[in-house]
């Protein structure tokens, strides 16, 4: 099947509006990263959700024209994966896992329970819907997720990516009153809260210049639970079994 013919970099009239000069070398800063243009597309995608909150179809452009793809393609990645949004987002995500073991732990009732506590009039938050203005301060756009990677310390739900653990429905709730009223509560491990835009622009591979926020960001990962059963088995002295290759090399 012959290859499309290419776009080259032609932004089109309506992306030339929303993205500026910073971001298009922002762009060429990402693409000389990689040996070939195209492989450059999911950073390139955290770029354009830093800039609008999520990947509109302006973004969707943008990527197609630096990276020699069609806007089909573009499409067919951004709606693959959960973390590009298609509308536009708040301030904050908070995303409640529900899968097996959080739900069993609490993570269905918190999911529901949020969808109740940030509805209006009655109706329930869907997911991926979006309580206040989209990108306005304070607003939060709810999602259930698939398992965090955290199942440790279920039930867990992240914002903006940043674990907060053991949870219950009072502190979600508490959570993101806090975050309505503008609040930055820390998350349980890892770095500070920001928001979603400052996050994507992280994702895209560009981290604020500053001593303090390496020193955040390095901050410690692994919690009590994570590591209890290593400190267990070394206090009881258990150790793997042996390969069977290293069994046969020591006869
Ligand atoms: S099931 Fe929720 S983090 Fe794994």
């Not at 992280?202 to 001593?211: I, S, T």
Request: some cysteine.
């Amino acid at each position: 099947m012959p290859h499309p013919p290419p776009t080259g970099d032609r932004p089109t009239p309506e992306s030339a509006e929303v993205f500026d000069a910073d971001i298009h070398a922002k762009a060429a800063e990402i693409i000389g990263r990689y040996p070939v243009a195209r492989s450059a597309l999911l950073p390139m995608l955290h770029l354009v959700q830093s800039v609008q909150g999520y990947v509109s179809q302006e973004g969707i452009s943008f990527c197609a024209s630096k990276l020699d793809l069609t806007e089909a393609e573009v499409s067919a990645v951004a709606t693959f994966y959960t973390m590009y949004k298609r509308k536009p987002c708040g301030e904050h995500l908070v995303s409640v896992c529900t899968n097996t073991l959080c739900a069993a732990m609490g993570g269905d009732a918190i999911y529901k329970k949020l969808q109740d506590h940030l509805g209006e009039n009655g109706t329930p938050l869907g997911h991926e819907e979006t309580s206040g203005t989209p990108g306005e301060p304070g607003s939060i756009t709810l999602e259930h997720a698939e398992c965090l990677a955290a199942c440790d310390l279920a039930p867990v739900l992240q914002v903006n990516y940043e674990y907060f653990d053991n949870q219950t429905e009072q502190s979600a709730v508490e959570l993101v009153d806090a975050l309505r009223k503008g609040e930055k509560p820390h998350p349980t491990r890892g770095a500070p809260l920001t928001d979603l835009k400052s996050v994507e622009l992280q994702l895209a591979g560009f981290f604020p210049d500053d001593e303090q926020f390496t020193a955040d960001v390095d901050g410690p990962s692994a919690a009590e639970e994570t590591l209890r059963g290593a400190k267990l088995a070394q206090e009881r002295g258990w150790v793997a079994p042996a390969m069977r290759d290293e069994e046969a090399n020591h006869g």
